[in-house]
């Protein structure tokens, strides 16, 4: 059974990937070998602790028919070649390992040593570099940005004339920057410097310049531009030297750089990046915009970060950062956000971490600050989201993390609205389904033509339900969902008016009927 599951997997992986799963500026597909799956034992240890999460993957609710999924099924059905993790328990890595494919052009496998672009994990390595200024007396928190850079000056926005852009500012978010194209570039490109993407001038973006309202918060890779370009003014050297020795090398980050491309051996580790099981031609794109998602990293290397920001925290081991300098970056400034890290929960359960995409790849981190334990997933396509958090959720459940565990759907409170949300009304929440009996239902309105939707609540992190089992013919038809799954789709014929029930949520697979009226 295991060898027909890999040449499922390899066959699935090798497939042609359709034309309308291709986003607008993907980079150029390359073609994909029929590869073996690697033998469990290559990518790192077969213990019961990988054993346990590998076999026991959670979606994010739950029911009476919900079984726990193989990690190696989850992958072939979202095609994603390769995945690699780390696990932190009480402030150590206690297990570190890959699964699958780290490029489908030349079948090397994912192994713990396996460097994947770690996105904008760069900005926890930046705050980090940021902080450490600020402790060296180098440039005071709340000061304007534009007293610590020589080559540039950030240009203010004129509609609020007395605000200034600081490093906490930037740091959360709230500066109001405006962001540059960060695509990235192929090797054959040449890569812009950051004085060019700082003035707009020979590159694909618009010039960075303070664009929103300072003090709200609206996420901003060009901030971290900003904070990189004073830090190289301030100290006169280039942001990866500085983060190589002042971060990396204190975290003992060995396998971690910020060179574009990595230099060899590292080099010769990489994953690449994939699209439904595609890799792309140039493997993976370089990035100029280092301080907001240059780093190319290992979830062992991002864990043993995540650790040392911790012990500086609490104050155990101050290498990377003075205590009083982490517990800054580990406060709320805005939503849930500090300096360079997300943070979520409180008391016993308040992590700290940072997610991170790139075309084709994707990491998700974070760290318990009070008791040390954590996770880190790195994936070579952006659908290893998924994966991610359900290992997340094996994992939750295996170490007792309360807060991150699945939670029943028939717990779903009475009164939460949930909405038909997609293509017929720009993924918003105009079409409301009504409670009725232990399920919705609604009555919509949907003109000839192909439709994809979900079901959600207004929050789409409470709850998406997506297509899981079953096909909906142009007459409508029934389905059974999961959370997330994926778009649902339905190609009509003509204009009606349709019956859209959804029931059996206490399964964990509640049951979607679609009825022409």
């Known amino acids: 059974m295991k060898r027909l599951a890999a040449l499922a997997l390899a066959a699935l992986l090798a497939a042609p990937a359709p034309a309308q799963d291709l986003p607008e ?17 290559v990518g790192g240890p077969t213990d019961a602790e990988a054993k346990a999460l590998a076999k026991g993957l959670l979606p994010a609710w ?59 994990v760069s900005k926890v390595v930046t705050a980090t570099l940021a902080m450490q200024a600020v402790s060296a ?30 490093l906490r500012r930037l740091l959360s978010h709230t500066a109001g920057v405006s962001n540059p194209d960060s695509t990235g570039y192929p090797p054959s490109a040449a890569a812009p410097s950051l004085l060019e993407i700082l003035t707009g001038k020979g590159v694909k973006g618009r010039p960075i310049r303070v664009t929103g309202k300072p003090g709200t918060w609206d996420y901003s890779n060009g901030g971290y531009l900003v904070v990189q370009a004073a830090l190289e003014d301030m100290t006169g050297e280039p942001y990866a030297s500085l983060a190589q020795r002042d971060v990396l090398a204190r975290a003992g980050m ?29 493997r ?113 459940v295996r170490y007792g993390w309360v807060d991150r565990q699945p939670r029943p759907l028939a717990g779903l409170p009475a009164d939460t609205p949930l909405y038909l949300r997609g293509t017929m009304n720009d993924w918003g929440t105009s079409l409301p389904l009504r409670r009725q009996g232990e399920g919705y239902a609604a009555e919509i309105q949907l003109p000839a033509g192909r439709h994809s939707f979900k079901l959600a609540a207004a929050d789409w992190s409470l709850l998406a339900l997506g297509q899981s089992d079953g096909v909906l013919k142009p007459t409508g038809g029934t389905i059974r969902l999961s959370a997330p799954g994926s778009d649902i789709t339905i190609q009509t014929e ?24």
């Open 25 to 41: 500026g993907l980079p150029p597909l390359g073609a994909a070998k029929a590869c073996k799956l690697p033998k469990d034992t």
């Open 62 to 120: 739950t029911g009476t028919e919900t079984k726990p999924q193989a990690l190696a099924k989850r992958m072939q059905a979202l095609q994603v070649p390769g995945i690699s993790i780390a696990v932190i328990r009480g402030g150590k890595v206690v297990l570190a390992r890959g699964w699958g494919i780290a490029d489908m052009g030349t079948c090397a496998p994912v192994t713990a040593d396996t460097l994947f672009q770690a996105g904008s």
């Open 137 to 166: 007396g180098k440039h005071p928190l709340d000061a304007d940005i534009n007293w610590a850079l020589a080559r540039w000056q950030l240009p203010g926005n004129p509609a609020y004339p007395k605000e200034r852009a600081t």
């Open 254 to 282: 060995t396998r971690s750089t910020f060179a574009q491309p990595p230099l060899s051996p590292l080099l010769e580790a990489t994953a690449a990046g994939h699209h439904l099981g595609k890799p792309f031609a140039d």
């Open 284 to 396: 993976f794109y370089n990035v100029s915009e280092l301080a907001a998602g240059g780093l190319w990293s290992t979830p062992g290397d991002i864990a043993r970060l995540l650790i040392a920001l911790r012990a500086s925290w609490n104050g155990s081991d101050q290498t990377l950062l003075p205590q009083a300098a982490a517990r800054e970056m580990a406060k709320v400034q805005a939503a849930d956000w500090g300096l360079g890290l997300t943070l979520k929960g409180q008391g016993p359960s308040f992590t700290f971490g940072h997610d991170g995409t790139r075309w084709g790849m994707f990491t998700r981190a974070f760290i318990r600050a009070e008791n040390g334990d954590g996770i880190v997933v790195m994936a070579n396509d952006y659908r290893g989201f998924e994966l991610a958090d359900e290992i997340i959720r094996a994992a939750a």
């Open 494 to 517: 003509q204009a009606a008016t349709w019956l859209v029930t959804l029931d059996r949520l206490a399964t964990g697979r509640p049951r979607l009927t679609l009825t022409p009226r």
